[in-house]
């Protein structure tokens, strides 16, 4: 094994340490590295669904302005190196293996002395190799992906200029609680005194928590379906836009992201990009139409072709919104539906996803997923046959065996309901992350 790997690989050991919420773990580790954030702005983005795309946005047009920047986002998809973004681009296997040792040698420190009581765990061990990454990097700006909820979350760690929070919705309940409220509540804590924060969110429950928050801490609230004016078509599979802001009109243009949701999530971008001026980051507007144009995220309604034939459209919604906002782009663009590669893990509604699909899956093939967590498809085909008794299902041994079976039913065919899943495809295909 080569010392690249080895330092890879323990960053992976520290999974079995599973998810702890707190900031206890992570404000020693960022102590102990000597406060790497002080040397740049951070930007956090929280929320159930749009999280992974307006951080994107955010980051793409920053590029674009000429700043330097970093990005944090999770889960990855094949590699590891994909979660901490430079400039762009995914860090070098060597660049994160180095940090990696640094940052073992801390926590071997802190452990020896007694200031941890227990080794870190695999998030907030990231988190750290992201704070650390970007201040070696001299980057401007650093946009921090939430990972899950807000509050106790290690990315709540900085204390941004700015937050977005480009929706609320069900997931995580086990975690984050059972209503709107609460789960507004949880990334609600990401909002601090003096940031401006975006909201993409309407529901009343969620933005009555998301208005009392920011009164209370004395943040600037923009609620983006409030105050910009919108128009959408779909065109050739892709989203164009035309984006009109209290500042100035947007487009037309066409988003880099495909669906029709994706209009919500730029138009958080925006707002959040317009207001960096105030922060020491301003934005000119052709460097945002730049980003909203060329941003890319790879497995998030991703059409690729994998032959000169066939096609696939990687989604890795996990919740009932984000499937039904895969559904709707399907139903627009192939009306008469496609087949599905479907896998989901225990904690998920699984029926609640396979009602949302509606006549977007003509068949569906159950695949299993190489995660502890993943619901065999033995059960997954058991809900299918209990919501959509008439819907063609089977079970395959593994993902490319899945593939095989669904491209018997067509040339165009779709994966969703995992991060895992499109991450495991993307694998067998060989398709770059």
């Given at each position: 094994?080569?010392?690249?790997?080895?330092?890879?690989?323990?960053?992976f050991?520290?999974?079995?340490?599973?998810?702890?919420?707190?900031?206890?773990?992570?404000?020693?580790?960022?102590?102990?590295?000597?406060?790497p954030?002080?040397?740049?702005?951070?930007i956090?983005?929280?929320?159930?669904?749009?999280?992974?795309?307006?951080?994107?946005?955010?980051?793409?047009?920053?590029?674009?302005?000429?700043?330097?920047?970093?990005?944090?986002?999770?889960?990855?998809?094949?590699?590891?190196?994909?979660?901490?973004?430079?400039?762009?681009?995914?860090?070098?296997?060597?660049?994160?293996?180095?940090?990696?040792?640094r940052?073992?040698e801390?926590?071997?420190?802190?452990?020896?002395?007694?200031?941890?009581?227990?080794?870190?765990?695999?998030?907030?061990?990231?988190?750290?190799?992201?704070l650390?990454?970007?201040?070696r990097?001299?980057?401007?700006?650093?946009?921090?992906?939430?990972?899950?909820?807000?509050?106790?979350d290690?990315?709540?760690?900085?204390?941004?200029?700015?937050?977005?929070?480009?929706?609320?919705?069900?997931d995580?309940?086990?975690?984050?609680g059972?209503?709107?409220?609460?789960?507004?509540?949880?990334?609600a804590?990401?909002i601090?005194?003096?940031?401006?924060?975006?909201t993409?969110?309407?529901?009343?429950?969620?933005?009555?928590?998301?208005?009392?928050?920011?009164?209370e801490?004395?943040?600037?609230?923009?609620?983006?379906?409030?105050?910009?004016?919108?128009?959408?078509?779909?065109?050739?599979?892709?989203?164009?836009?035309?984006?009109?802001?209290?500042?100035?009109?947007?487009?037309?243009?066409?988003?880099g992201?495909?669906?029709?949701?994706?209009?919500?999530?730029?138009?958080?971008?925006?707002?959040?990009?317009?207001?960096?001026?105030?922060?020491?980051?301003?934005?000119?507007?052709?460097?945002?139409?730049?980003?909203?144009?060329?941003v890319?995220?790879?497995g998030?309604?991703?059409?690729?072709?994998?032959?000169?034939?066939?096609?696939?459209?990687?989604?890795?919604a996990?919740?009932?919104?984000a499937?039904?906002?895969?559904?709707?782009?399907?139903?627009?663009?192939?009306?008469?539906?496609?087949?599905?590669?479907?896998?989901?893990?225990?904690?998920?509604d699984?029926?609640?996803?396979?009602?949302?699909?509606?006549?977007?899956?003509?068949?569906?093939?159950?695949?299993?997923?190489?995660?502890?967590?993943a619901?065999?498809?033995?059960?997954?085909?058991?809900?299918?046959r209990?919501?959509?008794?008439?819907?063609?299902?089977?079970?395959?041994?593994?993902?490319?065996?899945?593939?095989?079976?669904?491209?018997?039913?067509?040339?165009?065919?779709g994966?969703?309901?995992?991060t895992?899943?499109?991450?495991?495809?993307?694998?067998?295909?060989?398709?770059?992350?």
């Open positions: 094994m080569s010392a690249t790997q080895e330092s890879i690989d323990f960053l050991d520290l999974e079995r340490f599973g998810v702890k919420l707190g900031l206890d773990n992570i404000r020693l580790l960022r102590e102990a590295l000597g406060y954030d002080r040397s740049f702005k951070s956090i983005v929280a929320g159930t669904n749009g999280k992974g795309s307006v951080a994107a946005m955010v980051d793409a047009a920053l590029c674009a302005a000429g700043y330097g920047t970093g990005r944090f986002c999770s889960p990855h998809l094949v590699t590891l190196e994909e979660r901490f973004a430079v400039g762009g681009r995914p860090v070098t296997r060597g660049a994160l293996a180095a940090e990696a040792d940052l073992r801390t926590i071997e420190s802190l452990l020896g002395a007694g200031r941890l009581a227990a080794p870190p765990t695999f998030f907030e061990t990231t988190t750290a190799i992201a650390s990454l970007f201040a990097a001299g980057v401007d700006a650093a946009v921090l992906e939430v990972g899950m909820g807000g509050r106790f290690a990315t709540n760690v900085v204390t941004p200029v700015a937050a977005a929070i480009p929706s609320v919705d069900l995580h309940q086990q975690y984050l059972a209503t709107l409220e609460k789960i507004a509540y949880e990334k804590g990401v601090k005194a003096g940031a401006v924060v975006v993409g969110e309407s529901q009343p429950p969620a933005l009555d928590v998301l208005r009392r928050t920011c009164r801490r004395g943040s600037r609230l923009i609620e983006a379906p409030r105050d910009i004016e919108m128009r959408t078509c779909l065109r050739g599979g892709w989203t164009e836009l035309t984006l009109t802001t209290p500042l100035r009109r947007y487009g037309p243009l066409r988003l992201l495909r669906g029709r949701h994706q209009a919500r999530n730029a138009a958080v971008a925006v707002r959040l990009l317009e207001a960096l001026g105030d922060h020491g980051l301003p934005v000119p507007p052709e460097a945002i139409v730049e980003g909203l144009t060329r890319r995220v790879p998030r309604l991703d059409v690729v072709a994998v032959d000169e034939r066939r096609s696939m459209i990687l989604d890795t996990h919740n009932v919104a499937v039904a906002a895969f559904a709707e782009y399907v139903r627009e663009v192939w009306p008469d539906g496609v087949p599905l590669l479907f896998a989901a893990l225990r904690d998920k699984v029926r609640g996803m396979l009602q949302a699909l509606g006549s977007a899956a003509t068949a569906i093939v159950c695949p299993p997923l190489a995660s502890p967590r619901l065999p498809p033995a059960a997954v085909l058991a809900e299918i209990s919501v959509r008794p008439d819907l063609p299902a089977v079970a395959a041994p593994t993902p490319a065996a899945a593939l095989e079976a669904a491209w018997r039913r067509g040339d165009v065919i994966a969703a309901g995992s895992y899943l499109v991450g495991e495809v993307m694998t067998s295909l060989a398709l770059p992350a």
